[in-house]
């Protein structure tokens, strides 16, 4: 896959790259065994940054080309990606309106205006609110047809911004990774990471395909079962690798587990807590409840199972969400 391929898709600078590749000593010494480094795109610098900034740099690129004038996105209420979106929309100059749905259990209180909420609104986002229950891939696609009527030209950005135009952001992260990691000298295992919406594990499993590197990649699911998280990942993989025009992995490269995300999606549990607080205090790093600290929780289990082999090196992307810690205060 060469440069000018990715050249011939259009793209706007938003994020802070290359992001930083740590070392982890103390965390890495506290496990007692594989050498930890974080990939950082928590700070790729969007209105508090994070992995979908990444994709918004070719979702935004398109809508500029097709001529749109708004965003539309949809997530749960305190979604890092709609906050993203809404910060991306502003860069450009756009309109945003982001349709955020309950959480069934998340917690009362902050979490209904802090965190992410409070960011969407300082940063000129017109929130819709939508139960639970509600079929949000039939809303967007409703609400941007109300945009159309009403003489405006939505682009209607994907949950998460998983689809293989926003993927090519991981495609691009892997060329930087795998560059940094020969720069300093390692050579990982695997890259671990939650997934939810699919697409930046698919865009790494493109990625590294690619390149033709065997780095594993295992998902720590966030939102629902092994079986239905690999569906989604395995579908847009191999949309993406189709637009690449590389052949996709085996399914054996499709890891998901779905071992630490209950009791469901955006509430918390123990291990998350404990995950989120062991790297502050370890590391003065920031995690955030929905996402990365039920990947760590998960990370640090397969280390201690042994799943995660000691002599190995391990590539932990944090892909961001600390805003989403002001939503989770009694619960921290």
Known sequence: MSQEFLAQHPR???????????????????????????????????????NKTRKLEFLLGDALEQGCDTLVTVGGL?????????????????????????????????????GNLLLNDLMGARVHRYPADAFMHEELASYVEELKGRGRKP????????????????????????????TIGITPAQIVLATGSAGTQAGLLAGLAAARSEVRVI??????????????????????????????????????????????YGVPNAQMVQAVRLLAEKE????????????????????????????????????????????YPREL
Do not use: W
């Open 78 to 114: 305190q979604s890092n990606h709609a906050r993203q979106t809404a910060a991306a929309a502003a860069r450009a100059g756009l309109h945003c309106e982001l349709l955020l749905q309950e959480v069934s259990g998340a917690p009362e209180g902050n979490y209904d205006y802090n």
């Open 219 to 264: 998902g720590i699911n966030v939102s629902t079962t092994t079986a239905a998280q690999e569906r989604k990942v395995r579908s847009l993989l191999h949309e993406t690798c189709a637009l690449l025009g590389v052949e996709p992995p085996a399914d054996t490269a499709i890891i998901c587990n779905d071992d630490y995300y209950k009791p469901s």
């Open 12 to 50: 706007v600078p938003l994020a802070h790259t290359p992001t930083p590749l740590e070392y982890l000593p103390r965390l890495t010494e506290y496990l007692k065994g594989p050498s930890i480094y974080l990939k950082r795109d928590d700070c790729t610098g969007l209105a508090t940054g994070g």
């Open 284 to 327: 003065g790093l920031l995690l955030d409840p929905v996402y990365t600290g039920k990947a760590m929780a998960g990370m640090l289990d397969l280390v201690d199972s042994g799943e995660i082999a000691d002599d190995s090196t391990t590539v932990f992307l944090h892909t961001g969400g600390s805003a989403g810690l002001f939503a």
């Open 155 to 182: 682009y209607a950005v994907p949950l998460g911004g998983s689809s293989p135009i926003g993927a090519l952001g991981y495609v691009v992260a892997v060329q930087e990774l795998l560059q940094q990691c020969v």
